[in-house]
């Protein structure tokens, strides 16, 4: 059945998210829409236990407690994809780039639009920092839960951002 899917509900301050897991891993965050869950189409199964350690990490992430989620992933995608992905969790905390500072780091300086579409692509928001990518010119550009949603979620990390050690001048 859908390689044994199943999916658990995760309430945050955002709104419910609906997370989908594999026997390997969680393959897909799902932000809500107008406030409320989008079931999957297909009849799969809930257990929560199965995503207990994702819910728990993602619960402690909201509240300011740990902001570097480590559960088990799926995601399913391409080589080039993945490589994206790969890039966005060497973001920092706390920080912003831009699509074509993203694509210049990989070494595909020209490739800003196939990396903002892999960005759009990507079924882990949150875990997989999506959110930390805006226009060159500093505005919040698309984002799969709104761009309240990815406002929140900068704010969020920024506030709970480790803060480098003050250092007194001699």
Known sequence: MYEDLAYDIVDTPIGPLLLIASPRGVRTIEFPHNGRVMMPDVGLPRDAARLADAAAQLRAYFAGDCLALDFARDAQGTPFQHEVWNALCEIPLGETISYGELAR????????????????ANPLPIIVPCHRVIGSNGSLTGFGGGLPTKRWLLDHERRHAPRPPLQLLP
């Open 105 to 120: 780091r990989l070494a595909r300086p020209n490739a800003s639009r196939a990396v903002g579409a892999a960005n759009g």
